[in-house]
Nanobody, 123 residues
Framework: QVQLVESGGGLVQAGGSLRLSCAAS????????MGWFRQAPGKEREFVGG????????DYTDSVKGRFTISRDNAKMTAYLQMNSLKPEDTAVYYCALDAKYIRVLANVPAYWGQGTQVTVSS
């Protein structure tokens, strides 16, 4: 059984930074693609970014390009989302997700999800 546990959320002022972590267990992490998603109040969950199993490919939604960076440490079985220049509109619950196929992450249908961590950006 795959388990994903996010951490690192919190309250930050606009323009600040946060780094989210996603610790995985129960599956060969190094052969799995990872993704980050978010859901703001009253809105649908949206794709934030993804990273392939090797880390050689990353993709981001337009609204976070140049501000957010996804990385992974396969030895630690952990993925990261570095968020810089945060804006109030980045406020949401952030979820990490895992799938054997990167295309499923990009299509917003990864098989496994974490429980989410709240990120609140004050203006």
């Amino acid at each position: 059984q795959v388990q994903l546990v996010e951490s690192g959320g919190g309250l930050v002022q606009a323009g600040g930074s946060l780094r989210l972590s996603c610790a995985a267990s129960g599956r060969t992490f190094s052969s799995s693609a990872m993704g980050w998603f978010r859901q703001a109040p009253g809105k649908e969950r949206e794709f934030v970014g993804g990273i392939s199993s090797s880390g050689s490919n990353t993709d981001y939604t337009d609204s976070v390009k140049g501000r957010f960076t996804i990385s992974r440490d396969n030895a630690k079985m952990t993925a990261y989302l570095q968020m810089n220049s945060l804006k109030p509109e980045d406020t949401a619950v952030y979820y990490c997700a895992l799938d054997a196929k990167y295309i499923r992450v990009l299509a917003n249908v990864p098989a496994y999800w974490g429980q989410g961590t709240q990120v609140t950006v004050s203006s």
